[in-house]
């Protein structure tokens, strides 16, 4: 019974047995650790889920194009800016399942870790609490820590909080509110089709209207990427 339990949970995260067993059916030297938020994640975002979980924080890394996506939805005390919720979703290997939910347990234990220790986080940390992982996984804790920042200047855009924001890649658009190409496409893929409401995301170009037209050719460019229509976005 317990065998068929874990079996099932693996299989709605979206894993495949190769994503177990190592080439050649070698298994991967995964700890205890690693293989118990494998096969029963904390704090996975479930479809049903989404639209009652109320966060005052979002952020999403990776690539749509190619499927290989992380979001985390927060909620953040604003008087003591400590994290006292927090969700994620990806679907991809033992490892990035794994390192996640373990990022999402030390984010929340305790009454919830404060923002400014929460940005400080590094794989290396994620990996020493699981335990360890093979070195050929290493790269796939890296998505949890990046959205989690991510998220964490979401929260400081939507407070007006501008001066806290760490851009975390990309090329800056909007120096006044530190706004990269890469929060665009991410408000894109979010739903956000238009001037306006990538607007009310990141604030881009609200204290500077001379970068508007460069604003609206990312978000042609963008649509156009992704194939989303004047009516409709991608709400993953």
Known sequence: MAKK?????????????????????TPWVYS????????????????????????????????PACGDVMRFWLFIDPKTEKIKQCRWRTFGCGAAIGSTS??????????????????????QDIIKRLGGLPEIKYHCSVLGDKALRSAINDYFRGTNQLNRIVPEEGRIIDPDTKTTDKDIEMAILEGADTLEKVQERTKVGVANPKIIPEVEQLIRFYKEKYSISDSEGKNG
């Open 5 to 25: 339990s874990k079996q099932n949970s693996s299989a709605k995260l979206g894993t495949r047995k190769s994503d177990i067993l190592g080439r050649g059916q």
């Open 32 to 63: 205890q650790t690693v293989r118990d938020h494998f096969f029963c994640p904390k704090n996975f975002m479930k479809l049903e889920e989404e639209k009652k979980f109320k966060s005052n924080a979002q952020g999403m890394v990776g690539s």
């Open 102 to 123: 373990m990022l999402s347990v030390m984010l929340t234990e305790k009454g919830g870790m404060k923002l400014e220790k929460a940005r400080k986080i590094k794989p």
